[in-house]
């Protein structure tokens, strides 16, 4: 079985600050990882994934996220937070074998607000 | 390019009745995948259809089907309305063997409220 854990509901972050969105996975094989972004009424927007390779991703929007396999973690970055960037964020694992291969798990999501 | 569009937006139906929702994958996807996304939580699994054929199903009763056509559209149907179905229905549609993934794009959704 494949688990994505969200750990803080809310996360608020001063205009130009760092920002960090935590995400921790459970997966039996090798993961894929994704982060998504939900805006009020909206459908999820892909931000950025990752599959193998270099450890730090970078995505759109000039986030980015770090891949630590000994800590099952795959947290989201940003080095300057902008009001624009509040909103609903939701982490995702895919188990790259197995009987879950094909579906997508989500945690629960977190709610970034950007205090101008 | 269009991405993926869902149709209604938006859904009243009564408890017992039959709702189907429809789907249109991203231009060049041949893959799709419906998801449930109840309010504060995140999306959950329904099932995933790949040429025409259900592949992949999480946990959801029989109440839920679908169905995939030629063009790769699909359709959700769920019966025998229950008040919690009451929901945001997502689909996401992705391109089978893509290299790194299959990363999913997702729709706006379509919002069901059950009286």
């Known amino acids: 079985a494949q688990s994505v854990a969200q750990p803080e509901d809310q996360v608020n972050v001063a205009e130009g600050n760092p920002l960090t969105v935590k995400c921790t996975y459970s997966?039996?094989?090798?993961?894929?990882l994704f982060w998504y972004v939900q805006y009020p009424n909206r459908g999820l927007q892909f931000l950025l994934k990752?599959?193998?390779?270099?450890?730090l991703v970078k995505g759109s929007y000039g986030f980015e996220a770090e891949f630590n396999k000994s800590q099952t973690s795959f947290h989201l970055k940003k080095p300057s937070a902008l009001v624009s960037d509040s909103a609903l964020y939701f982490c995702a694992v895919r188990d790259e074998t197995g009987a879950g291969s094909y579906q997508l798990t989500f945690g629960k999501g977190t709610k970034l607000s950007v205090i101008p | 390019d269009a991405g993926v569009t869902q149709s209604p937006t938006h859904l009243i139906k009564t408890r017992g009745q039959q709702v189907t929702l429809r789907c249109s994958p991203k231009?060049?996807?041949?893959?799709v995948s419906w998801y449930q996304q109840a309010l504060g939580q995140g999306p959950q699994f329904i099932f995933q259809?790949?040429?025409?054929?259900?592949?992949q199903r999480g946990n959801f009763p029989d109440r839920f089907s679908g169905h995939q056509f030629p063009n790769y559209s699909s359709e959700l149907n769920v019966n025998a309305l229950l008040l919690g179905d009451s929901a945001l229905y997502l689909c996401?549609?992705?391109?089978f063997g893509e290299g790194g993934g299959e990363t999913q794009y997702f729709g706006p959704g379509t919002r069901l409220l059950v009286l």
């Open positions: 259809y790949y040429e025409e054929e259900e592949r």
């Open positions: 990752y599959i193998t390779g270099d450890n």
């Open positions: 231009s060049g996807h041949d893959t």
């Open positions: 997966v039996s094989g090798n993961p894929y």
């Open positions: 996401a549609s992705s391109l």
